[in-house]
Nanobody, 122 residues
């Protein structure tokens, strides 16, 4: 079992930055790929970025390329999402998830956190 807890969300003006953290407990977290997903009101949950279990590969949605960076520190059982140049359309609840496959499909992830709200004002 892996338990995930997100933190770092908040209210920020357009153009600002936030850093989200996803802290994991439970064994073998370092063996899982980790993805960040977001869900805006009335919309489906969508893929944002993911990182391989070693941290050597990352994949990003086109909408966040060049603005969002994912990283992980397996010694601390934590994955980070640095979000820069935020836009109002980035608003939503951000979830981290752990899975054994590096995929953009949220259905393929095994463990999920409760989410953290990110609101970007214009």
């Amino acid at each position: 079992q892996v338990q995930l807890v997100e933190s770092g969300g908040g209210l920020v003006q357009a153009g600002g930055s936030l850093r989200l953290s996803c802290a994991a407990s439970g064994r073998t977290f370092s063996h899982y790929a980790v993805g960040w997903f977001r869900q805006a009101p009335g919309k489906e949950r969508e893929f944002v970025v993911l990182i391989s279990w070693t941290g050597g590969r990352t994949y990003s949605a086109d909408s966040v390329k060049g603005r969002f960076t994912i990283s992980r520190d397996n010694a601390k059982n934590t994955v980070y999402l640095q979000m820069n140049s935020l836009k109002p359309e980035d608003t939503g609840v951000y979830y981290c998830a752990a899975g054994q496959i590096e995929q953009r499909n949220p259905r393929l992830y095994d463990y999920w956190g409760q989410g953290t709200q990110v609101t970007v004002s214009s």
